[in-house]
């Protein structure tokens, strides 16, 4: 399984571009880089580790710039939640990622697809509603959908973004606590937004090789994690030992270079194959 997992790697087509030393674009780059559909959804996928078959994928966005190559997110998510077109991208992916996995989604029941949302974006009441029409445009049931919230980027004032969650949950969509132990009030929002999954951030990994503390913490997050019932997912899986480490310890899920890079949408179709026939 393991080989298979490694030979199937698919090929980047793209390397990123050097980050470089300064904002090299404009927003209104970034609304005509929209207006052009040159933002395209990635996918990682999520594994379980004891059997290391893919119970999910993660989206994450890339900007296809024609002279500059492919361009990470944290190099524009900054600047489009500044000019407020963050809540234009995730309409885009959410249009274009239902329709690329058409192909397989239905043949996959097991597999749910999570997106990244920006806070900005949860705090507007509209949102969940129109989340959900365009979901059901798509004829894909809200169950399989997982938002990602991140807690480092939580405003101070956060009452509509809870409301904002609630109704997602009531919708049916899932609600995913995302690079959690890095802000400051993960256990707040975790008694407050009905979370079904946990993932701890990828700085905890590299602790746990060599800080016999961070080992203490894990403990305590799995069995916070058993007793809220929330699934969780480890981020930055780089290595076979990782896994075995964490899996060890009791969480559910893998994420990371090890198990699954980032890959376009017809590649990720042709890894689920791949993995089937393992
Ligand atoms: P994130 O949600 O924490 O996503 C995980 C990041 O870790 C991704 O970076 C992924 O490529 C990277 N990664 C995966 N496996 C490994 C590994 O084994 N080792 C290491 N070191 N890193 C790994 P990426 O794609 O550059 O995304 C960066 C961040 O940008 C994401 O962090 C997320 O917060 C944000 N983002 C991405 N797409 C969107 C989006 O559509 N909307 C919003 N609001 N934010 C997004
Ligand atoms: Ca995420
Ligand atoms: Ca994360
Ligand atoms: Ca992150």
Redesign the pocket.
Known sequence: NLIATASNKPKAKYVFRKRLPFQCWTIADLSTALQRGQFVP?F?PKLDFLTRKPIGV????RWMHPDQGMI???QF?PLMESAGL?DW??VE?LHNVLDCTKKWYSARPEISIS????PL?LEKSAIPNQWLGIVKEHNVSPERIKI?I?ETALPKDYKSLLESATRLHMHGFGLSL??FGTGYSSLQLLSQIPFSEI?ID?SFVAAARNNKRSVVILNAIVSLARNLDLQTVV????TESDAVFFQQLGFDLG????LAQ?MAGDDLMRWLSAQQSV
Request: charged fraction near 20%.
């Open positions: 990635y990682q993660e989206v994450l966005a990470s997110p944290s998510i963050i991208l995730t992916l997106f990244n949302a920006s974006t990602e991140t995302d690079d993932k990828q981020e930055g899986i780089e994420q990371g270079y090890h980032p």
